[in-house]
T-cell receptor, first 114, second 114 residues
């Protein structure tokens, strides 16, 4: 099946710890995105990438880092600098990332702080 | 920066009643997309509107793009329990110049009582 796979489904972070959320797609899409969703709120863009080895900050990039070494993969690291990391994290992809294309979303990772 | 607001934030209806959510952008949009997120799920693309004044229908759902391309609406006729979820509108970030970024609205949560 083609799609986007996020793992893990649930993740717990201790104080001062960095954690990495995985996102893999087999849709052959060029563009990939990370969004953060807080309860009762919309989706806020963290980082996005239109091509391998290149990515741009979204609206709330502070405390997060990404890499795009392979077309299929766009992992997100939540660093200890992110003081309020508890949220639902959604990875998405689109064909080229032109703003005219629909996004395909993964099933999300719920991150909680211990 | 560019903002996309939706009203109402929450709507509770009896099954069979109609429902409408409104989306308003602070800037003109080149296109607008609508997504549905079921409780505990991830956003799924519903439709895209591109032309000024465009109206599209999907069974009981009617989508409209405003003449000025700054607002949009989603109307559901005779709601069913399967319509439960959060409806988001999204448009490209033209104000910020990064047209490949999609800015999501704040969402409207629809609850349907049988």
């Amino acid at each position: 099946d083609g799609g986007i796979t996020q793992s893990p489904k649930y993740l717990f972070r201790k104080e001062g710890q960095n954690v990495t959320l995985s996102c893999e797609q087999n849709l052959n899409h060029d563009a990939m995105y990370w969004y953060r969703q807080d309860p009762g709120q919309g989706l806020r863009l963290i980082y996005y990438s239109q091509i391998v080895n290149d990515f741009q900050k979204g609206d709330i990039a502070e405390g997060y880092s990404v890499s795009r070494e392979k077309k299929e993969s766009f992992p997100l690291t939540v660093t200890s600098a992110q003081k309020n990391p508890t949220a639902f994290y959604l990875c998405a992809s689109s064909i080229e990332g032109t703003g005219f294309e629909k996004l395909f979303f993964g099933s999300g990772t719920q991150l909680s702080v211990l | 920066g560019q903002q996309v607001m939706q009203i109402p934030q929450y709507q509770h209806v009896q099954e069979g009643e109609d429902f409408t959510t409104y989306c308003n952008s602070s800037t003109t949009l080149s296109n607008i997309q609508w997504y549905k997120q079921r409780p505990g799920g991830h956003p799924v693309f519903l439709i895209q509107l591109v032309k000024s004044g465009e109206v599209k229908k999907q069974k009981r759902l009617t989508f409209q793009f405003g003449e000025a391309k700054k607002n949009s609406s989603l109307h559901i006729t005779a709601t069913q329990t399967t319509d439960v979820g959060t409806y988001f509108c999204a448009g490209p970030d033209l104000e910020g110049g990064a047209t490949n970024k999609l800015i999501f609205g704040t969402g409207t949560l629809l609850a349907v009582q049988p």
